[in-house]
C-alpha cells in the first residue's frame, strides 16, 4: 500500500434524523480533512441511519487517539455509534478449518496475492489432515481434537490461541463444530462462518444432500457472523450457482465448493476493508470504490 | 412453424439396465425414424434412467395412433412408462390470476410473439381486477370469487371450466388461493405455480417480508408442479437476483417480480416443449436445443 | 405515489475538490430540507465528482421554480454541473419500433403496472406491424415508413411528432434503423437504445449471427444513449446469459429476447428514477433505493 | 478413483446422417458395455454430428489396444473422427505463467483437492517471481526469460521441456507472452489459454482499461484453445462479473481475477474429463455428469 491509499475509515450508525450528513461532513471539513468517499442508508422501517465515510490519511494532523477523542466528543453530541479503522492497519486472522481445504487455500492464496489486507496469524483445526497446508505456507498450526465431553475445554484452549495470538477475526472456513455459544457470544462481529447451502434454507448437517432430495435448480452458499443460534447470524454475503438433475449430492459438493470459496473471500474481504455494519440481525454492506 | 420443424417427442423412464438405448435407438432406425436429438439421464441413487428422443415428424408414414400402439407394444416388453408429443398440436392453457398482472402480461406476450407455443385458452381470477387485461387480448375471463367456506364449490365451477375448455396445463401466475389436494391430485403433473421465493426457504405467506427480515443478500422464485403440500411440489426452474440492504420488503418485492416472471416463463415453455420428466419428486429438465 | 413517497432529486457533478458535500448537504440543511439519500462518486482518473441528493418534497417551502434560482445561484459559485427532477412529474416518453414486439410489450407491461413512471405517449415504427399492440393498449401509433432516399424527410416527421407529443425520452426497443448523426446530436442524452450483443462486442449488423460463428459461451445485450457514432454511445445497463453449443444464430436470438428486454426496462427506470449521470462517454449510474 | 468410478470415453463425430446413433450404441451393446452416459450434438448448420459416450471400465474384456482396433475398424466404416479416454489416465500438465499468481495458486489447490484429475508436471515462466510458489508445492520451475530476439529460442526451450515431460496439455495460466503461430500450430488443441476480457471484445493488451474507457457494465474472461491468430482460437467458457462506476481500471482488474480463474479452472477441468469436441473454430462443451 502506497502512502497515497492510506485511508481513515469511520463507520456511523444512528437513529435517523435531519442534519446528520451536514453535521458530520462539515466536522471533518472544518479539520480540513477530505472526504475520500462517503456512503449512507437510511433504513425507514427501523428509522436508523448508517454511514461509511473515507478519509485520506494524509490530512490526519493530531495522533490517532486524538482524533478518536475528538470525533468521540462530537458522536455522543449527536448519539452516534461508531468504529474507527486505519487502512494500514493488517487485521490479524486466526482460520478455523476440519478436513476440507478449498476454503484454505483459497484464503491463503487471496492473502498472498494481496487482495486479502490481512496477517494470516495461525489456524486451528480439529483434524490433523491440513497441518500440510499450513506448513506449506509456514503459518502456525495447531491441531485441537474435540469430543462431546471435550468441548469446553477445547474451546477454552482456542479462546487461549486468540489471546495470545492478540487476534481480530476468526474465520470458519468450513470448521465443521458448532461453537458454543459463550465463545459466539465473546466473539461477536469478529467470526465469520460460511454456510454451504443458500440459508434460511438446508440449515444443518448435509445441505447438499437436502438440496439433492428437495431437488432445487439452483444450490448456495452463505457467509454470516456466527451468533448464539446456529445458522441464524447476520448474513454477509449470498451467491449460488445453477445445477441440473445431472448432480448427485457429491456432485452439488463438488460444485458448491466453487461458490463456498468465492462467497467467504468476499465476506472477509468486506470485513477486512471495513464495509460492513451490524444492526440487529442484519447487515449492511457498502460496496467496494476501486 | 415450417413443416420441418414439425417434430414427435418421445419422453420415456424405466429402471436402469444395459441396453435400453441400444433397443430404443434401433427400434427407431429400423423403422426409418430420423432420431432428431436424443437426451438422456441416469440417476444413480434411484437407479432410474430417462431418455427424451425427437423424432423428425416427416418420417412417419403411419397414423399417430399406430405409431403410438406399435411403441406401446416395445414399451411393454421393457418396462418402459413413456409419453408421446406432438409439436404441431397446440396445448390449451387456463391461467389463474388474483391481482398482481406481471406474470400474466408476460406469459402473453410471449405467447403472442411465439416464444409459448400454446393457446391461452381462459384466464380465471378470485378478483375482477385483471379483466380489463384479458380483454384487451380478447381471452375469456371468468371471475370466480372465493371464501374459506365456497372454497369447494369455487374449485368445483373451475373445474368444470377445465373440463368445458379442454385444458391440458393450468399455470397459477400468481394466484393467491391454496388449492385443495383433491384438485392438485387430479390435476398432477398438470399444474404450474410461481412461488414468490427460493424454496425451500421461505414457503408459505409474505415470502419477501420473510426475506427482509433474514437480510438475506439474493432472493429467488421457484417454478414448480403444484403438489398436494403446499410448496413441496416438483421444482421445474428457480433462479435469483443480487440484493441488498438498500431494499425494503416492497422493495424486495418490485425486484423480484423481474425473477417471478422469468422462472415462470422458463418452466411454462419447458412443459410445452415437452423436455420435463417428473419421478417422486424431483425432475429431469432436459436443455434446449433450438 | 403517496404524498409521502414524492421527492426531488439534484444530479451534480462538478471538479473533485474538498468540501463539496460539506457545502451541499449544508445548504439544503439550513433550508430545513431532510436529506432522504445522497449518493457520491468519485472519479479520481478524470477527477470529477458526482453526487444524487434526493430531498423529500415535504419540505418544499417555496415554488419549485425558486428552489432552482436559490440552488443555481450556490451552484454558480460552487461551478456545479446540476440538473433537478421532481418524481411527481411524469416523463414523456417515445417508443419507437420495428418489427420485434418482445420489447414493446414488456415496456408498456412495466408502466401498467406502475414500475416504469412514465406516460408512453406514442409508438412510432418504420414498419405498420405492430399497429394493433398499439391499438390493444390506445397508445397513438404513427407508421413512417423510411428508405434510403427518405431518410431526411422520415427523421424530419418523427422530431415533429416528438415536439408535438412534449416527448422528454425517447426509447429504441429495436428500431432497426440508424438514427442520424444530426437526430442523436439534437436528442442526446435523450435517447435509449437497446443493442443486442454485449459491446463493445458484436457492434453493428446480426450480432447474434457473429456471436453463432465466434462461438460464444455467453451472449448479451446492452442498453445504452444513442449518440452520433453507431453503437458507440455511453452505456446504461448490460446483462449477459451463458449459452451453449445447442443454440443455431435463431435459438441466440431467441435466447437472447430475455436480456434484451430486462435490460432495456431497467436502463429506462434508471433513467425515469433520475439515477444516471453522464460525463464524456460514461455514466455514473446510482443504485436504486426503495 | 475407486474402480466402480473408472470410465472409458468416447468422443466421436462425423457428418450428420441416420442411424449413427443406433449403429454406435448397439456396437457396444453387442460387446456388452454398459453405456454410463451419452451425450449428443448436431450442428444442423454444419451438418455435423457430436457424440461422447462413457462406458464402465470394468467391462472391458480386452486390452485397452484391442478395444481401438476393434472400434477403429467400425469407425472407418462409419466414417467417424473419434478420440478414446480412460479416467484412470492422469493428464500431464505444463502451467506457462508470467507474475501473476491467482490462476496459478488456484489451478494447484484444485488439483490437490482432486477436482482437477492431473499431474502438474512442471512450471515453465518468463520471470522468476512464482518460483517461490512451485517451491512450496514442489513442482519444477523452469525460468525461461525471453526478449523479442530470443523468442524462437526460448519456444525452442520450451517444447522440449514438454517433451523430457512427455506433457500431454499446456496451460497458459495468464503467461503473458504470445506464442509463435508454429508453436501453436504444433499443439493445436492441447494449449488452453485464459484471456482476461470478454472476447471477442477486448482483444489484446490491457482489456481492463479498454472496459474502463468503455465503460462497461460487465466484465468477463474468456478461457480458449490458443491458435495460431491471437485471441481467435475456439472458445471453451466464458464468464462476468457485473461492475459499476466505482471501479478504476486496476479495481477492475483486481475484480476480475475472480472470473479468470473460475473460468479457466472449468475449462480445464471440461478438457481434462474429455467433455469438450472441436470443430472448425467452435467447442462442443458437454455438461458435466457427477
Known amino acids: 500500500m502506497t502512502d497515497n491509499q492510506k485511508k481513515i475509515i469511520f463507520l456511523i450508525q444512528c437513529e435517523d434524523r435531519k442534519g446528520i450528513l451536514s453535521a458530520t461532513s462539515t466536522w471533518f471539513f472544518q479539520r480540513s480533512y477530505n472526504i475520500v468517499h462517503c456512503q449512507q442508508h437510511t433504513d425507514n422501517i427501523e428509522g436508523r441511519y448508517f454511514m461509511r465515510i473515507e478519509l485520506d490519511m494524509h490530512d490526519l494532523k493530531t495522533t490517532r487517539k486524538e482524533l478518536e477523542e ?51 496469524s495461525l489456524i486451528i483445526s480439529n483434524h490433523p489432515d491440513l497441518e500440510v497446508i ?38 470458519l472456513a468450513r470448521y465443521m463444530q458448532i461453537l458454543s455459544p459463550a465463545f459466539t457470544h465473546q466473539w461477536q462481529g469478529k467470526i465469520i462462518n460460511i454456510h454451504h447451502g443458500f440459508l434460511p434454507a438446508f440449515q444443518g ?40 438433475h445431472e448432480l448427485s ?18 465476506a472477509v474481504q468486506a470485513h477486512l476493508e471495513s464495509r460492513i455494519i451490524m444492526f440487529k440481525n442484519r447487515t449492511v454492506v457498502f460496496d467496494v470504490e476501486r
Open 205 to 244: 448437517a448435509n445441505p447438499y444432500r437436502q438440496a439433492y432430495e428437495r431437488g432445487v435448480k439452483m444450490i448456495g452458499a452463505t457467509a454470516h457472523y456466527a451468533s448464539e443460534e446456529l445458522d441464524q447470524g447476520p448474513i454477509i454475503d449470498q451467491d449460488v450457482v445453477r445445477v441440473n
Open 134 to 171: 499450513a506448513n506449506q505456507f509456514r503459518i502456525p498450526f495447531y491441531y485441537l481434537p474435540v469430543t462431546n465431553e471435550s468441548k469446553a475445554e477445547q474451546e477454552a484452549k482456542v479462546m487461549t490461541l486468540l489471546k495470545r495470538f492478540d487476534i481480530d477475526l476468526v474465520v
Open 249 to 266: 449430492p457429491n456432485g452439488l459438493r463438488d460444485v458448491g465448493k466453487d461458490v463456498e470459496r468465492r462467497v467467504l473471500a468476499k
Open 70 to 120: 475528538d470525533f468521540g466528543a462530537f458522536a455522543n453530541q449527536y448519539n452516534l455509534t461508531w468504529e474507527c479503522h486505519y487502512s494500514d492497519y493488517n487485521a490479524r486472522v486466526a482460520i478455523m478449518v476440519s478436513k476440507t481445504s478449498h476454503c484454505l487455500y483459497d484464503l491463503i492464496a487471496r492473502k498472498n496475492e494481496g487482495d486479502l489486507k490481512c496477517d494470516i
